[in-house]
């Protein structure tokens, strides 16, 4: 059975400041793993997603994950934060067996201290 | 590309009453899936359709839920005699069969209050 455990409800960083929000999986077959984000009273806006190709992947707003199959972890990072950055974020995996259903982590607010 | 739209977007209900959302899928996306998320927590997985057939239903959609898609298209999901346990924000998705990532696409969401 799909899991994904996401470390820390809430994480504080200031302005400019790395940004590392954690997640770990569980999945009995290769998984698909997703980072959404969601602004105040939104739906969720995709941030980047491994596939099976490159374990470091690039997405959107200058975000970066890296799939590491030993440690079951897809951890989110940014070099650099910025005050737009503030907002919830969800790991989320699919199983790659042709399945549908995606299971989400319960989420880090993220802070952004000026 | 309209992206995945959703209505109404909030919905305030007195318990008991019936209650029916709306989701448009994007719309060249023959799967769509509805979840529910309380405050604090991820999205739950509801069900899922792909094109009018309903493929799988969670344990969460007990029997005053359901949900069609009947032509393929948009979908419905209806709450009948709603709880307060009920409340919550609904999330519609979809997502291109052909898409070997399953990257699913996200409306802005119901949100649902019973009081």
């Known amino acids: 059975a799909q899991s994904v455990t996401q470390l820390g409800s809430h994480v504080s960083v200031s302005e400019g400041a790395l940004v590392l929000l954690r997640c770990n999986y569980s999945?009995?077959?290769?998984?698909?793993l997703f980072w959404y984000v969601q602004y105040p009273n939104q739906g969720l806006q995709l941030l980047l997603k491994?596939?099976?190709?490159?374990?470091l992947v690039k997405g959107i707003n200058g975000f970066e994950a890296e799939f590491k199959k030993s440690e079951t972890s897809f951890h989110l990072t940014k070099p650099s934060a910025h005050m737009s950055d503030a907002a919830e974020y969800f790991c989320?995996?699919?199983?790659?067996?042709?399945?549908?259903?995606?299971?989400f982590g319960a989420g880090t607010r993220l802070f952004v201290k000026a | 590309d309209t992206g995945v739209s959703q209505d109404p977007r909030h919905k305030i209900t007195k318990r008991g009453q019936n209650v029916t959302f709306r989701c448009d899928p994007i719309?060249?996306?023959?799967?769509l899936y509805w979840y529910r998320q309380t405050l604090g927590q991820g999205p739950e997985f509801l069900t899922y359709?792909?094109?009018?057939?309903?493929?799988?239903k969670s344990r969460l959609l007990s029997d005053r839920f359901s949900a069609e898609r009947p032509k393929g298209s948009f979908s419905t999901l209806e709450i009948q005699r709603t709880e307060q346990g009920d409340s919550a924000m609904y999330l519609c998705?979809?997502?291109?069969?052909?898409?070997?990532?399953?990257?699913?696409?996200f409306g802005p969401g119901t949100r649902l209050t019973v009081t």
């Open positions: 989320a995996v699919s199983e790659n067996t042709g399945g549908f259903k995606t299971i």
């Open positions: 491994y596939t099976s190709a490159a374990t």
């Open positions: 719309s060249e996306h023959n799967r």
């Open positions: 359709f792909q094109n009018e057939a309903q493929l799988e």
């Open positions: 999945s009995s077959v290769p998984p698909y």
């Open positions: 998705a979809s997502s291109r069969e052909a898409m070997s990532s399953y990257e699913q696409y």
